[in-house]
């Protein structure tokens, strides 16, 4: 009995479980998606809201055919039912009017279809005169970007100034990527030896989500980025701090993090993959880590940047980012203690 009543309860849950997600389902339908971070409806800037323009000229153009041609085929279904007459109705063969009509008028409707088609192609493909340049770079799995006009090399998270188009030349060091920002632009692919172009642009200040797009391996969806678009003062402090860092790199004061300095540029190895600029630390391999603490996450995206995190990436890089290429290296925990003082320093 009791039994009986937990079995009819636990399926009445499954129900009411099963009916909520529909819900979820059916109403980020009717949204769009709108309310989540990376959406291509949620538009923030010229690029993406000229391809969603195109989108919905494009859908509203599709209903508006499909409707009418749902009406014919219910008009032909009423009006040659079978009424019980007796043989077979009268045949039509070769009727000049209708095959004139069925071929114009798509050709008519891709002609239309393509004006702003064509259109947009030009407008995408013609980068603003008063763009600034990065060089985005991709690797397995994370992201380089260059600031070839300011000397500026950081990872993961693009910095960008509101209302200024940014000149992407994109590229790849390994496999193809593809650099995407659902809610700035349409994703390019990132190939090696190529450099492929998208320029795009944000309109107010916001972090916005990036992810790649292109199945590159292992650890494909852990290779995310953001795009920190701010307003002009606030950019130009990050791009005057970025090149004080490399100027006049940090010297700890503190002897933790002192000690963590010799073991990052010594024995731990990791300036054999990791750059800070300004020091002996100059590997290509790994993200460049000047002005990591001024950064909001850490292994692309992986975590929030905290010194906890970042002991824990230290610690097991391949438990939080499966097939990641940083090695866990035979380090004691105090020393990891020692590297996360002196990395928390880089800001
Ligand atoms: Cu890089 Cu997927």
């Excluded at 009986?4 to 980020?28: D, E, N, P, T, Y």
């Excluded at 923030?44 to 000229?50: H, K, L, N, S």
């Excluded at 009406?71 to 109705?89: C, I, T």
């Excluded at 309109?203 to 795009?227: K, N, P, S, Y």
Aim: glycine share 8%; proline share 7%; net charge positive.
């Amino acid at each position: 009995m009791l039994g009986g009543i937990a079995v009819a309860s636990s399926k009445r849950r499954r129900m009411l479980q099963a009916g909520r997600a529909g819900g979820a389902l059916l109403a980020m339908g009717l949204t769009g998606c709108a309310a989540l971070p990376q959406s291509t409806i949620d538009v923030a800037g010229p690029v993406a809201r000229r391809q969603l323009e195109l989108l919905n000229f494009t859908t509203w153009l599709m209903v508006v055919i499909g409707v009418l041609v749902a009406l014919a085929v219910v008009y032909v279904m009423l009006r040659f039912r079978d009424r019980g007459q007796p043989g077979r109705p009268p045949q039509t063969r070769g009727h000049r009017g209708l095959q004139i009509a069925w071929t114009v008028i798509p050709i008519l409707i891709v002609i239309y279809k393509a004006v702003p088609t064509v259109a947009d192609a030009f407008y995408l493909a013609e980068t603003p005169p008063n763009a600034m340049q990065v060089n985005v770079i991709g690797h397995q799995w994370w992201w380089e970007f260059q600031y070839p006009d300011l000397g500026i090399t950081t990872a993961n998270e693009l910095h960008i100034p509101v209302g200024q188009p940014v000149d992407l030349r994109v590229s790849s060091v390994d496999v193809i990527h593809s650099f995407w920002v659902p809610r700035l632009a349409g994703k390019v692919d990132a190939i090696p030896g190529r450099s492929n172009k998208l320029w795009l642009q944000a309109d107010q200040a916001e972090i916005f989500w990036g992810q790649c797009a292109e199945l590159c391996g292992t650890a494909h969806a852990h290779m995310a980025f953001r795009v920190v678009a701010q307003p002009p003062d606030a950019y130009a402090a990050w791009t005057r701090r970025m090149q004080d860092l490399a100027a006049h790199p940090v010297t700890p004061a503190d002897p933790v993090a002192a000690r963590g300095q010799e073991l990052f540029t010594g024995k731990a190895g990791c300036l054999g993959c990791h750059t800070i600029a300004g020091t002996r630390a100059a590997g290509k391999v790994g993200p460049n880590l000047t002005g990591l603490a001024l950064r909001t996450t850490i292994g692309a995206a992986a975590l929030d940047n905290t010194a906890e995190n970042l002991s824990r990436w230290i610690h097991h890089p391949a438990e939080v980012k499966p097939g990641a290429l940083m090695p866990k290296l035979p380090l004691t925990d105090a020393e990891i203690q020692q590297l996360v003082a002196y990395l928390r320093l880089q800001k």
